[in-house]
């Protein structure tokens, strides 16, 4: 059961929210094997781990922010938002990367060949609107093409809907949305339909491998509770070595423990990728950062990216 909102817990709970895609896998890993548990064991206190799947950032970051999560996986943008909000404060800050993966926008109209082919009556599904990883990807891509001032250019196209919900959309055909900024494993899904096709993606939009999901939790959180935060950090970093080295049963952790339908070998295949890069080192993490500020969507312009990481990240390097 969840502790009460301001209500203080020892050493060794940890209450962690997680997302369904494959870009949390490592937390699959982690939840399968008991990993904290196992480095909490070892740093001499008894870990009671809760897990829990919210969709969005923003009901993640009030749960945070009301003491009844205590570390959390969204997208970069949610995270920078709260760490923008609570700077000086709570100053949620980020624990790790989770991995690079590309995130792909798809379209079943024909009509579309190219970004600029997007008209009024065209709806792009995303997670949410506006604030959303893939909802600022289409903002920058809006910038470099329209100039900033019209980065909003394609916020009114766009509707909110899960990944699951909005897969099942565009693969009916049936519905308003014909359109899908992804993530993995549903973009892949979808691309089995011959009458889907890539339009961009995230790799495309940021120049490079960028990273899909991030962890992260208040510096509360990490003060009291070090021996937790600690076995946090060395359970990712065994669940990481295990991913890299066990495609295949890592794989089948993620469809075992989703209780999906899709099938290990389809897991199996993407998080194989040559351009799935799983990785605790953020990539890319600061051209968004310095969107946000540029736009106003942040008021604190981070330096850097160490500016929204605990310094346990920083000898591992990122950007």
Avoid: C
Avoid at 33 to 45: C, D, R, T, V
Avoid at 119 to 146: F, M, N
Wanted: proline content about 5%; glycine content about 6%.
């Amino acid at each position: 059961m969840f502790l009460l909102a301001g209500q203080a817990h020892a050493e060794g709970q940890i209450r962690i929210a997680y997302q369904f895609d494959v870009g949390d896998i490592l937390l699959h890993v982690v939840r399968d094997q008991k990993l904290i548990e196992k480095y909490a064991s070892q740093e001499g206190i008894q870990a009671n781990v809760e897990w829990k799947q919210l969709s969005g950032g923003a009901a993640i970051n009030d749960a945070i922010l009301s003491n009844t999560l205590d570390v959390a996986s969204t997208g970069l943008p949610p995270l920078l938002t709260v760490w923008d909000r609570t700077y000086g404060k709570q100053n949620i800050k980020a624990i790790a990367a989770l991995g690079s993966l590309p995130t792909y926008l798809l379209t079943r109209n024909p009509a579309i060949k190219t970004l600029s082919d997007f008209g009024p009556k065209d709806r792009i599904a995303l997670p949410a609107t506006t604030i959303s990883l893939h909802a600022r990807l289409l903002q920058i891509a809006a910038s470099a093409k329209y100039g900033k001032e019209h980065f909003n250019h394609f916020d009114e196209l766009t509707v909110s809907l899960p990944h699951s919900e909005a897969a099942a959309a565009l693969l009916s055909g049936k519905t308003e949305v014909n359109s899908h900024f992804a993530s993995p494993p549903f973009q892949f899904q979808e691309l089995k339909d011959p009458a889907i096709r890539k339009i961009t993606s995230s790799y495309e939009i940021l120049g490079g491998p960028a990273t899909l999901n991030i962890l992260w939790a208040p510096e509360r959180f990490q003060r009291e509770n070090p021996k937790t935060f600690i076995a946090l950090r060395k359970a990712l970093a065994e669940a990481l070595v295990f991913v890299q080295n066990n495609k295949a049963e890592a794989a089948a952790t993620y469809v075992r423990l989703e209780n999906s339908k899709l099938p290990v070998s389809f897991i199996q295949e993407i998080i194989s990728l040559p351009d799935v890069q799983y990785t605790l080192q953020p990539q890319n993490t600061y051209k968004l950062a310095s969107f946000l500020a540029d736009v106003g969507a942040i008021k604190h312009r981070p330096a850097s990216w160490k500016d929204y990481f605990f310094e346990d990240a920083y000898a591992q390097g990122g950007n």
